[in-house]
């Protein structure tokens, strides 16, 4: 890839080995395309690595975050009762349901 502009220095065999570890299967021209365009994210991951960052302080994200849920409130909500004389099966007042992964009966 040298020779294509890049300056990370990856090569063809380079983008073929990650292929592999990927399990993925390029044609060469594939290969030829995904190799310019990781050389072009590692060229930018570089020179963001190259920048000054001393005098930031560490975040977890770039803008502050607020709590957009609105607040817990009880409200009425729906009988239980009459939601219980909708359902197919009920036992000990909730929904019965077949049993799972062998449970005992």
């Known amino acids: 890839m040298a020779g294509e502009g890049s300056r990370a220095g990856l090569t063809r065999e380079d983008a073929a080995y990650v292929a592999r570890l990927a399990r993925i299967e390029l044609t060469e021209e594939e290969l030829g395309t995904y190799a310019r365009q990781l050389a072009v994210v590692l060229d930018h991951a570089a020179e963001i690595a190259a920048l000054d960052t001393s005098g930031l302080v560490p975040t977890a994200h770039p803008l502050p975050l607020e709590n957009v849920l609105r607040p817990d409130v009880v409200r009425p909500s729906?009988?239980?009762?009459?939601?219980?004389?909708?359902?197919?099966?009920?036992?000990?007042?909730?929904?019965?349901?077949?049993?799972?992964?062998?449970?005992?009966?």
Do not use: H, K, N, T
Not at 79 to 103: C, K, N, S, T
């Open 78 to 105: 729906v009988d239980r009762e009459e939601v219980l004389a909708m359902a197919p099966a009920v036992e000990d007042q909730r929904f019965r349901v077949p049993r799972i992964l062998g449970e005992p009966s």
